[in-house]
């Protein structure tokens, strides 16, 4: 099958600098054959379809290498029970709107056969990652407080079996619990308080301020003593974190075994131990949500670290312009953009609430921080280039490639028209059509 695409303002091949104007592109069984100099094909009749792009930008399909809930296996790297298959086929769509074509799911216990039944259901190409490794399989034990999604098979299931049947990536590793331990807090007391609550009920048990742990237990309409409250938070947050930071520095064995990338879960209480792995793995290290919890300074010490040591500093697109829970500041986002830190752009799951990668990345493009064609690759070629087994032979416009596409808005890449996977058409004028 044959598909044309003519009348696009420009064509930005994902690269980090090229934006080639009066260009169409061709496409045959899936993938890009050729990119005539031209707007328009004339007599293009060999064509099954052509695509009138009208004016809008044709980029690479979205590469997102930090996502959770997208295999048909136990959700977050807590191993919650899977949501609803109605919720999944949501938050799945969503993503596909938001101009995803490849996800690599994070969950990090999900067995090969819930990642292949997720692929035969939509139409996004979905990789996945392990962490079935002693020192994750321990924080479960920790962890755990919501009836938990492992079955004695992903108890069973090993390492060298996720590897040897396709998982791409060791991680989310370390992920000690929700924001602040905001889900576990929830849980424990059988009431739902704020992640703003839980952030700051935290750092008032670790000082030890008891006025402020009171201030805290008051504001959030709880009735704790403040032993109850450092209880709480030692159970949430500060167990969970230690047992956390072990595997992390667990994980370098296995990068270095299996020769794939790992993906460590970042906060301020984990920078040591991911500087640690860093230092071992250099560039298969990725410093996930590098901007999750620091100030703007600390996120940009934090990366230049990492990036001294040769790691990749990952952010997401988090939740700050409307959930405002799991990140309510952009500044450290945009700190290390502005500093050229960035290498990555995902979403992870920011509490279920989290931005489209583009509209952030148009966000700094409007704030000139980042050049058009620099935004593109943090979503696409540097993806694939960071994790090499998830999306080969994608994230870049040019003839040979696969052709997972997509085609925004000139003046608002957040606006996703069109997305086309394997040369397939799957959403039209903002609509899914599979």
């Known amino acids: 099958m044959r598909l044309d695409i003519v009348n696009a303002s420009g064509i930005v091949t994902g690269d980090g600098k090229t934006v080639l104007e009066n260009t169409s592109v061709i496409i045959e069984n899936g993938f890009i054959t050729d ?12 064509a099954d379809r052509f695509i009138d792009a009208k004016g809008g930008l044709v980029i690479p399909g979205v590469i997102n290498i930090h996502a959770h809930g997208c295999a048909l296996g136990p959700f977050i790297p807590y191993a919650w029970k899977m949501p609803p298959m109605e ?19 994070t969950d990090g216990v999900t067995l090969p056969a819930e990642v292949e039944a997720a692929n035969k259901i939509h139409p996004i190409n979905i990789k996945t990652a392990t962490i079935h490794t002693p020192g994750n399989m321990k924080t479960f034990e ?14 069973k299931f090993t390492i060298d079996e996720a590897v040897d049947q396709g998982a791409v990536a060791i991680g989310e590793v370390g992920s000690p619990s929700t924001t602040a331990g905001n889900y576990e807090k929830c849980f424990r ?32 309409g709880l009735k704790l003593t403040v032993d109850e409250a450092k209880d709480l ?5 500060i167990i969970p974190i230690q047992v956390c930071c072990d595997a992390i520095r667990e994980t370098v064995k296995y990068v270095k075994k299996f020769d ?44 230049k670290e990492l990036k001294r040591l040769g790691a990749n500093v990952e952010i997401i697109s988090a939740d700050f312009y409307g959930a405002k829970q799991v990140e309510p500041s952009t500044e450290p986002t945009f700190a290390l953009l502005r ?3 960035v290498d990555a752009i995902t979403t992870d799951y920011s ?13 700094a493009i409007e704030q000139k921080i980042l050049t058009l064609p620099g935004a593109i690759k943090l979503a696409t070629s540097n993806p694939a280039r960071i994790v090499p087994k998830v999306a080969i032979n994608k994230g870049l416009v040019e003839p040979g490639r696969v052709a997972d596409l997509c085609i925004v808005d000139k003046d608002d890449i957040s606006k996703v028209k069109c997305v086309i996977i394997f040369g397939r058409m799957v959403v039209e004028e903002g609509r899914i059509i599979v």
């Open 351 to 363: 509490g279920g609430y989290h931005e489209p990668i583009l509209l952030v990345l148009q966000k």
């Open 35 to 46: 990119m005539p100099k031209v707007s328009y094909i004339a007599y293009n009749y060999d």
């Open 189 to 220: 007391l059988g009431k739902v308080i704020s992640v703003v609550h839980a952030r700051e009920l935290d750092r008032a048990v670790v000082a030890n301020d008891e006025a402020a742990i009171r201030k805290v237990v008051a504001e959030a």
């Open 233 to 237: 938070v030692m159970k949430t947050s």
């Open 87 to 105: 919720r999944w086929l949501f938050n799945m769509d969503t993503h596909l709107l938001e101009g995803t074509t490849t996800i690599l799911d």
């Open 260 to 303: 794939l990338p790992t993906l460590l879960h970042a906060e301020p209480c984990m920078k040591d131990a991911i500087l640690d792995v860093a230092k071992e793995v250099g560039p298969r290290c990725i410093s996930a949500h590098s901007q999750h919890s620091f100030t703007p300074e600390q996120a940009v010490q934090f990366g």
């Open 142 to 155: 920790v962890i755990d407080c919501s009836g938990g999604g492992l079955t004695d098979l992903h108890r």
């Open 339 to 341: 500093e050229g830190l």
